[in-house]
């Protein structure tokens, strides 16, 4: 995306566990928090509170998200490049 901006950055970790991570990162805000992530659905539930939040937000709606990504860190031989998910 070279001609597009950087609305915000953000990054749910140790989802399941008894503590969570939650990074948000934009122009307006820094956050980061410790809570419970029960699971993936539920960090997903976060990110989109946090883009449409009246003070921390970055988006007026849901569809106003185009892509969605997630980053695998152990693939092993299955991920070992980008790859589209459909």
């Not at 946090?50 to 892509?67: A, E, H, P, Q, W």
């Amino acid at each position: 995306m070279p001609q597009q901006e950087v609305l915000c950055s953000g990054m749910i970790e140790r989802i399941g566990l008894e503590k969570g991570k939650v990074h948000y990162k934009s122009s307006k805000d820094k956050i980061e928090e410790e809570v419970v992530i029960k699971d993936h659905k539920s960090g997903l539930e976060k990110v989109v509170n946090l883009l449409l939040d009246d003070k921390t937000g970055v988006i007026s709606s849901r569809n106003d998200i185009k892509v969605v990504s997630h980053r695998v860190v152990h693939g092993g031989s299955t991920f070992t490049k980008t790859t589209i998910v459909t």
